[in-house]
């Protein structure tokens, strides 16, 4: 992804949509599209990738949470052809030096995300999807996920009291 | 800016993330986002997470020629979306609900002035002016509102609400929100309409508030 974001390289994209796009595909089937939608929400989304790529920051989201956020919003972008609001961007100060250990802390806790997730009961594990699939409404997953959402996001408390530490630096 | 100690509750911001809040309600969500480290950092959790759905989720093979129909079309032109930056008190999401110009007030009465940004059946959202000490036009409204303040702050029985503090009223909630000494209030209201029709009062005051 970096390579895509900072050399514009297209070897790597190509690498990108043989990860993610059949993963898109099985995730967008499942929020209830036919496979031929499935399959130009797709499309969308992987383009959108390669036009907001400067906008991907390794320091606050993996890869995959930030595909997930572009998916979610070009399909409900193009089912009612309006645009979603969505919250102002932080920028990156121009120039910033990588910081590794906050890049690899984030990418340690997706690992954990994903196996707190998978120790999950198939019951509990199926509650989460619908509320992530956009399935549930805010009431529904306040009152149905609670339980198993703490457990989940309990993995990555720590990623994200260093992150808030980050984002109120840039913000002043 | 004071410390903002009124947060979206976190179902709120999962709904957000999976894109199924009501759009009002996500404009207000979207707003306090832009406003607020500690919801930007919850909601990139929620992201995280269905980052980590999206990659355990069973994949399903594409179309042979859709890599080459994607990778024929990176160069091609397109326009981007525009984006709306904050101006002033109001954030990108209230500017972009403005499509960009400055509001347009109109009176309510005793100084309370409100500029409606959209209204469907789905639900509304609106910039109320308040000055100061004068309380909100009782609206008794069913179903859900998610006041956000820009400016100034209010006061009601659950609490003081200052600059980037979101208020969640549900039907339940019998409040009289009053604006505080000091600057004017300047908030975003959004509500769900689904269920405006259901009493009578909104019925009535509808026609003449249109809230």
């Not at chain 1, 102002?88 to 990588?98: K, V, W, Y």
């Amino acid at each position: 992804m970096i390579a895509v974001r900072d050399n514009r390289d297209r070897t790597a994209f190509a690498a990108l949509f043989d990860h993610f796009a059949p993963r898109l595909k099985g995730f967008i089937i499942r929020s209830g599209a036919s496979a031929p939608q499935a399959e130009e929400i797709v499309q969308d989304v992987m383009l959108t990738i390669w036009r907001k790529a400067a906008m991907f920051d390794p320091h606050r989201a993996q890869v995959s949470a930030w595909i997930y956020q572009i998916a979610r919003n070009r399909q409900i972008d193009i089912a009612r052809k309006e645009n979603r609001p969505v919250p102002e961007e932080l920028r990156e100060e121009p120039g910033a030096e990588p910081d590794a250990s906050q890049i690899l802390g984030l990418e340690q806790e997706a690992g954990q995300l994903r196996q707190a997730l998978a120790k999950l009961k198939p019951e509990q594990r199926e509650i989460i999807e619908q509320a992530y699939l956009g399935e549930l409404t805010h009431q529904e997953i306040s009152t149905r996920t609670g339980l198993p959402l703490g457990t989940i996001k309990s993995r990555i408390r720590l990623g994200l009291d260093r992150l808030r530490h980050e984002l109120k630096d840039l913000k002043q | 800016m004071s410390a903002i100690t009124h947060h979206t509750p976190d179902a709120m911001l999962a709904a957000y993330a999976a894109g199924n809040l009501p759009h009002a309600f996500a404009v207000a969500v979207a707003s306090h986002v832009s406003l607020c480290t500690q919801c930007r950092v919850a909601l990139e959790a929620h992201q995280s997470v269905g980052g980590a759905i999206l990659e355990e989720t069973g994949a399903v093979a594409v179309s042979s020629n859709l890599k080459d129909d994607i990778l024929a079309q990176l160069d091609a032109p397109f326009t981007p979306e525009p984006v709306y930056d904050r101006k002033g008190i109001y954030p990108g999401p209230v500017m972009e609900a403005m499509k960009g110009r400055a509001p347009r007030w109109k009176k309510l009465g005793l100084g309370v002035r409100q500029d409606i940004l959209s209204e469907d059946a789905n639900g509304s959202v609106r910039l109320l002016y308040i000055p100061p000490g004068q309380a909100v036009p009782d609206h008794s409204h069913s179903g859900l509102e998610l006041t956000l303040v820009l400016q100034g702050s209010f006061s009601d029985a659950t609490g003081r609400f200052g600059v980037g503090d979101i208020e969640i009223a549900d039907e339940d909630l019998e409040h009289t929100p009053v604006a505080d000494e000091g600057d004017a209030c300047i908030c975003l209201a959004a509500t769900d309409a689904r269920l405006r029709f259901r009493g009578l009062m909104p019925r009535l005051l509808q026609p003449v508030f249109r809230i």
